[in-house]
């Protein structure tokens, strides 16, 4: 049996990762810091061996016995009854794209446009068949993992044009030595849920068109943003915090619960449990009234209304 344990990396902190002796290996030898991971030249003459084979199937043979890590965090055997393996999660989500025809110029202008893009881009270098781009992004949530990753493969093909390789989306997937001397790094990489909402159609309505939608996830992310920075206490009146969880849950459903307690931080007294707790109340009622009839009475405008009275401005968007 499996059980999810869900970590969070502090200030200070090192992400841990599981290593395993290679491919076929079913238990990892031991934990090593990640960072740690991609900086290690020990198997640089390997991956240089590696690259230079002409044929693919030399080229996979090499790769299954090579160790690997598993970048997304660690795994826990329980001893004791249930006997259950627990994995906790690190906050990284691990991407590779395609790279067989560029040219190094060319890819080191790729890391310089991806890590302005990206500001969660935590790691990006050449993979250990040289074919791939290994990209690893910090992310706020395990709990958004697929989407997160789906909005970044998103924006990876859409903006950037590169083929992805999908296999990473198990995040179990073991990432092999990496070698690239001038690979980018940034151990401070944001790891802010409003990245992926500027990016992603992340709109509970189904009427809305694809535009409008992304209009309004970013409008909503931007203003969250303003509200932490400044430490606005929009959550002062509880009945403006009701009326802006119905607002969020009728815009955004289960996903809005992340802006929610973004919001509700500012406050000295904020407690994730207590926050959360409101939320589901929140769309208890509002999933009540919609049963009624008529649809959700609550709607995003009301989050903007609010937005507003506390001396904050709609941010323009553009395609």
Sequence with gaps: MNAIAFGKIYAGEKPMVDLFENQSSVKASRQIPLDE??????????????????????????????PGVTPSGTSFWHPWPPHQTSFTFNDFICVEVVIRNVSPEELEDLKISLSREFKNLYYAGRSTSGKEMTLIFRICSIDYYGLEYMTICDELQGRFGLTLDVSHLNFRHLLLPQYDPNAYFNPDASDDMTIFFRLGRWSNKGERSYDESRRISYQVAVLVEQIIENKIPIFEDKRVAYQV???????????????????????????????????SSCMESTLEEAALGGGYHSSIGTFFHHCQKMGLQIPAFTK
């Design 37 to 66: 991971w991609l900086h290690n030249d020990e198997h640089r003459k390997e991956i240089e061996l590696i690259r230079s084979m002409s044929l693919e199937k030399f080229q996979t043979s090499h790769l299954s016995l090579l």
């Design 245 to 279: 969880g119905n607002s969020l849950f009728a815009e955004f459903g289960e996903y809005g619960r992340c802006f929610f307690n973004q919001i509700a931080c500012v406050s000295d007294d904020y407690e994730k449990i207590k926050c959360n707790y409101q939320y």
